[in-house]
Structures are given as structure tokens and as C-alpha cells.
Nanobody, 116 residues
Framework: QVQLVESGGGLVQAGGSLRLSCVVS?????????MSWYRQVPGKQRDLVAR???????DYEDSTEGRFTMSRNNVNNTVWLQVNNVETEDTGVYFC?????????WGQGTQVTVSS
């Protein structure tokens, strides 16, 4: 059973930084997984903010303007989302997502709240 566990959320002041982590367990094929981070705010759909395929192909949502960096460690089955110069618009629940061989997995989410 593949499981994703996020951590690193919390309250942060605008202009600060945060680093979200997602640990994937229950698979030995993690290097083949397409990993993504999504953000959801109340009343809205879950939106993609970053995606990483392998080590080199990265895709970021336009509004991140270079503030978001996604990375992975295939030894520890972990992905991170580094967010610098956070903005109030970054507030939301961040979900880790994994896709492989037609299956999709989600973590439980971690709340990020940015205060002005």
C-alpha cells in the first residue's frame, strides 16, 4: 500500500520561507513516480503548483514566479517543496501527489498559513 505523508506546514510571515516534505512508503519504484504538489483553499478546487518527473523535468504554476522549488531524493523516497518569499496568496492546504502506472496517490495534506 503506497502512502504519502506530508509535513512542514504551519504559520509563516509574508516574506519568509518554508519547506514542505513528502515521504512516500510502500513502494520500491519511487524513482519512477511522477511527483507533484497541489494547493487547495476553501471553496476552490485543488490546483497544481509544482510537478517533478525524474530529476530534470520540472513544471511550476505561473504565479510562483521562481519562488517555488521542487526537489526529490530517490534514496529516501522524499520530495520537498521549498517556498521562498512567501505571500499571503500561498495560504492553503498543500497536498503531495504521486502517479505511477495509471495509479494516483494523495497525502493527507499540510496546512500553510501566511500572515501579512
Amino acid at each position: 500500500q503506497v502512502q504519502l505523508v506530508e509535513s512542514g506546514g504551519g504559520l509563516v510571515q509574508a516574506g519568509g520561507s518554508l519547506r514542505l516534505s513528502c515521504v512516500v512508503s510502500g513502494t520500491s519504484l519511487f524513482p519512477r513516480y511522477i511527483m507533484s504538489w497541489y494547493r487547495q483553499v476553501p471553496g476552490k478546487q485543488r490546483d497544481l503548483v509544482a510537478r517533478l518527473e525524474g530529476f530534470s523535468f520540472k513544471d511550476y504554476e505561473d504565479s510562483t514566479e521562481g519562488r517555488f522549488t521542487m526537489s526529490r531524493n530517490n534514496v529516501n523516497n522524499t520530495v520537498w517543496l521549498q517556498v521562498n518569499n512567501v505571500e499571503t496568496e500561498d495560504t492553503g492546504v498543500y497536498f503531495c501527489n504521486a502517479i505511477y502506472a495509471g495509479s494516483t496517490y494523495w497525502g493527507q495534506g499540510t496546512q500553510v498559513t501566511v500572515s501579512s
